[in-house]
């Protein structure tokens, strides 16, 4: 009697409960293995197709892995759904851990978002000399929440994509030629055209200076203390600062040659004497 009884329980327990729970168990493997393959699938056409629309590879990687970790999540959700777990309760406690998070990290969420926009619209690229956020430097890499960049001093500095967007960005490489504006004082007793012949002599002796635009040279001000000509030669961007300072030299020296006077900042005062 206690064997029948025995192989009654037996057979129960394999009907209802060994059997079906084996079955949910290998559904529950196939869904997350096929689901995984097609994840696999889905996201590999992903980045073909953000390939061909030529953004990025930094945003292409981001997206897809996004892409892959959410389809992910899905899957493992319908293989639990088929054990039987609750997934109500666990999809409601992953939107609450994902509010949370997102609260957190609200500034680096701000911070990704700029950085989406950056690589998206291209305001500068990697090599590119800008100033943005109050750092002046050379591009080095653009990240999705950060932007580094060297400075003429070579120092790396690395900048919250945040602050680049939300702030004005000068781009000094986004053109091929670049105008210097220089200004040169003289002094009132020089002789202004004779002072103007030489700075345009230095022009046309520079063939780093171009020719079209044509550099300008005008007497712009006359101030306290000197005659202020305006210097503007345009130049290719990558020789703006090599000329400028071999320029600025070239002015001294010619000055000096021909007598031209570089007055200091002065002040005449006049005494009356009263008499007593």
């Known amino acids: 009697m206690p064997e029948s009884l025995s192989s009654i329980d037996i057979a129960s327990i394999t009907s209802n ?8 168990i290998v559904l529950a493997l196939v869904i997350f293995v096929v689901g995984r393959w097609v994840v696999h699938a889905l996201v590999g ?40 777990v609750n997934t109500t309760s666990l999809i409601a406690l992953l939107g609450a851990a994902g509010l949370a998070v997102g609260l957190a990290l ?3 969420l701000q911070n990704f978002a700029a950085g989406v926009m950056l690589i998206i619209f291209r305001p500068f690229k990697s090599g590119d ?7 002046t430097g050379v591009v080095e890499n653009i990240t999705i929440f950060t932007t580094v960049l060297r400075t003429g001093d070579n120092r790396e500095v690395i900048v919250p994509n945040g602050s680049i967007y939300n702030g004005t960005i000068t781009n000094y490489s986004a053109r091929a ?14 002789d202004i055209r004779k002072a103007k012949e030489i700075l345009l002599r230095l022009l046309n002796e520079d063939e780093r200076i171009l020719k079209d635009p044509e550099p300008l040279v005008a007497v712009a001000e006359l101030a306290d203390s000197s005659v202020n000509f305006n210097v503007r030669p345009w130049v290719n961007s990558a020789d703006y600062w090599a000329v400028k300072f071999d320029f600025t030299e070239r002015v001294k020296l010619a000055f000096d040659a021909e ?10 005062v006049h005494m009356d004497k009263s008499a007593a």
Request: glycine share 8%; no cysteine; proline share 4%.
């Open 106 to 108: 609200q500034n680096s």
């Open 17 to 24: 409960y060994i059997v079906p729970w084996s079955i949910n």
């Open 177 to 190: 030629t670049r105008r210097i504006d220089m200004v040169f004082g003289i002094g009132y007793d020089d």
């Open 129 to 135: 000399f800008i100033e943005a956020a109050g750092t």
């Open 45 to 84: 056409l992903l980045r073909k197709g953000l390939g061909r629309a030529k953004l990025d590879t930094i945003l292409i990687d981001f997206i897809a892995s996004i892409t892959n970790a959410v389809l992910l999540l899905f899957v493992i959700i319908a293989a639990l759904n088929q054990l039987g």
């Open 259 to 268: 007598g031209i006077s570089i007055p200091y900042p002065q002040m005449d």
